[in-house]
């Protein structure tokens, strides 16, 4: 009886021991999985900001291309910003489309990939 009793306390032990070991190896296994989504976001977020700008330098450089048609340098940047505001108009218009839809989708699976996984 005494034996059966040091068998059941060994067991529940190891039991214990497993239970702790896979609830830490559960937490390390999150950090590790929102530690990538984070750095992920981030390197998009930069290339979207890279993004940014690059399209400000184009707006830019057109208008000063632009001068060398017109009278008066305001007429170039004129011609570039209604170019700029037509290009957000149509993006705005088709915005469920062209953009949420995409990066919804992207989120989406580089979750389901990294918990899954």
Known sequence: MEDLKNDVNYVSSDIKKYVQSEVQLGKLELI?????????????AVLVMLGIVSYLMFLFSLGLFLNQFFTETWMGFSVAFGISLFAILVGSAFNRYLLEGPIQDFIISKLAKRLLS
């Open 32 to 44: 590790d999985q929102v530690s990538s989504f984070s750095a992920s976001l981030f390197s998009h």
